[in-house]
């Protein structure tokens, strides 16, 4: 019975400090002032962009054209819960995307298909962009 209540109790104060930490976030938008506008677009172009990439992914592969356009989205959101369940989604992106669309009749190959496509060019992106970030960044002046 001890151990139950120390483990709750424990729970509850990670809890509270991931909702502080996104309270935290939400409030370090008030200190952009003039650079909240270009953070906001920014931001949203990202996730755009993000979410078109997977769309696009469809019509990689004449078989992936069964999967209905009324289950990315879904599956996008299944996929970035997946995420954060291993290191960068390795393994359970791909299963977590074939597991939801196989809810809605798709073959679990055809899914697998797709998201392991989609995470191959999520890993991709992310390895040459945070590469070339490792260069640039330092030869950027900033002005604060």
């Known amino acids: ?3 139950v209540i120390i483990f709750t109790i424990s729970k ?12 935290e976030g939400f409030l370090s ?5 003039k650079k ?7 931001s949203s ?23 209905n356009n ?4 879904p599956a996008f959101v299944v996929g970035v819960f997946s995420i954060s369940l291993s290191n ?11 597991l939801f669309l196989l809810n809605f009749g798709i073959n679990t190959e055809i899914g697998l298909t797709y998201g392991w496509l989609a995470w191959s060019c999520q890993a991709i992106i992310t390895l040459i962009f945070g590469g070339l970030s490792f260069f640039v960044l330092p030869l950027l002046k900033t002005s604060d």
């Open 88 to 98: 960068h989604g390795l393994g359970v992106y791909p299963l977590a995307i074939s």
């Open 1 to 3: 019975m001890f151990c």
């Open 29 to 33: 938008l008030i200190n952009l002032k």
């Open 70 to 73: 009324n289950l990315i989205f």
């Open 45 to 67: 172009l990202i996730w755009i962009c993000y979410i078109l990439a997977f769309f696009v992914i469809k019509f990689s592969v004449s078989e992936l054209e069964i999967i």
């Open 36 to 42: 909240l506008l270009p953070f906001l677009l920014f």
């Open 12 to 23: 509850i104060e990670k809890i509270k400090i991931f909702f502080k930490g996104i309270v």
